[in-house]
């Protein structure tokens, strides 16, 4: 079969680029002295509707609202949906693990939800309150899985490591199923990271093998098993093993003195897939030009959020400085 083609959507994502903040524009922000002076900036921007009388105290939920728009448009204008379905699956997962711990509490935690752009939350419930559903298989067998363990265990936490990884395998499954080697490459690099992001603090938090084994993934390139022997020995060997492993130069600045800075490494992570989109970008006739603007505007939009709520509770320049995330100019 054919694949559908790009030709004709990546010049309109081209086109949709061009309203995204520049970095110049973030600059300004961040140096701004006052909200007031946020808002002026953000005037002549498409973030200008949302400038309302006490705009900072509404935004976040505003931005919210921005994102869900360019999700819609983005499922609308792609030829694969599942290739935005790799990006929006974060959200699925973190709505299925939201949703299922309020099943087991009692509670309503509807509100903590994010719009994925393809799976309602009425629908998502009622699949981990029976079991059924006309859900992809793939995603049922996970809320099936869940289920199972909890009427063995009340444990709550064990919802997150059976989520967190069937996410990881769906992310492969599908990007091997899509066929688009640039893609399939940043889904093992972003599953790898979490690999290492995982058993750094497993070791920290001395978590057993048993454990270890359960919560890191298959599906990356990195071996699990040679992730898993570190269960046994102490930080700083772990980060030798980070530093002479593929990924030791992109991982360095937050491995200081034998020590692991997970602040820092996680922001490295989510530079990564940044940095991973402005590489690729020049492919003009696959998905990752519509990918690199969902990125790019995702990105935006926690740097927005990060200066308003900054400025909002009176952080330093430097403070919001260093929580940016890496922007770029598509």
Known sequence: MQKPTYHEVNPLVRIRELSLLSSETFQRLIQASDLEQVAQILQNTVYQNYLE???????????????????????????????????????TFHNLKVLTKAEVLGKDYDYLCIND???????????????????????MASINEAREYLNESKVIQG???????????????IGERLGYPELLDEIIGFIDLTNIVTAGRGIIQKRSQAFMTGVLSSAGSLDKHE????????????????????????????????????????????????EHFVRANSLAFG???????????????????TIIVGKRSGFTIEEIQERMRLTYDL
């Not at 752009?117 to 995603?139: M, V």
């Not at 967190?164 to 992310?171: G, K, N, T, V, Y």
């Not at 990924?247 to 940044?274: M, S």
């Open 287 to 305: 998905p990752i030009p519509l990918l690199a603007y969902l990125n790019a505007k995702e990105v935006e939009i926690k740097n927005l959020r």
């Open 53 to 91: 009388e006490d705009f900072a105290y509404h935004f976040e939920q505003n931005l919210n609202h921005e994102l869900e728009e360019t999700i819609r448009d983005l499922i609308d204008l792609a030829p694969e949906k599942e290739v935005i379905w790799i990006y929006t699956m974060r959200y």
């Open 117 to 139: 752009g393809f799976f309602e939350i009425d629908t998502l419930k009622s699949a981990i309150r029976t079991g059924i559903s006309q859900l992809p298989e793939t995603l």
């Open 227 to 274: 992730l898993l022997r570190f269960c046994k020995e102490d930080e700083a060997t772990y980060v030798q093993y980070l530093l002479s492993s593929p990924y030791g130069e992109l991982l360095q600045p937050a491995l200081v003195n034998q020590t692991i800075n997970f602040h820092l490494l996680e922001k490295i992570k989510d530079n990564y897939l940044t």
């Open 159 to 173: 919802i997150d490591v059976i989520y967190d990884r069937a996410f990881l395998r769906m992310q492969r499954e």
